[in-house]
């Protein structure tokens, strides 16, 4: 039993978020360690382009409406913390299962 996760949720919850990505991954034909990699570079690449779209929109309220600027940052702040988590996870379930199938 662990005191951040006492009755196991979160773990469970993260198995079946693996589960889900590795069928798509299956899916989706990644069959080589080189594939599982350009996976995790894909992951990367698009949550830097996302991050770089909420930094644009930021900037274009603060020219167009500056008194919104605080709304926008805390949207913002959330919008990038859902980024990382999400990129964050997918790496991480990815790279299991790149050593999983492969012994990477």
């Not at 979160?10 to 069928?23: D, G, I, P, T, W």
């Not at 350009?38 to 949550?47: D, F, N, V």
């Not at 008194?67 to 949207?75: D, F, N, Q, Y």
Request: charged share 20%.
């Amino acid at each position: 039993m662990k005191i951040d996760d006492p009755f196991g949720r979160s773990a469970q919850k993260q198995e079946q978020n693996y589960v889900s990505v590795r069928k798509a991954l299956q899916a989706a034909g990644v069959t080589t360690p080189a594939l599982a990699e350009q996976c995790l570079q894909g992951i990367t690449r698009k949550a830097l382009i996302s991050s770089a779209v909420l930094a644009v929109l930021v900037a274009v309220v603060a020219l167009l409406y500056p008194r919104g600027l605080s709304a926008a940052l805390v949207c913002a702040g959330v919008g990038w913390l859902w980024i990382s988590v999400t990129a964050v996870n997918g790496r991480r379930h990815v790279l299991r299962y790149r050593k999983e199938e492969f012994g990477d």
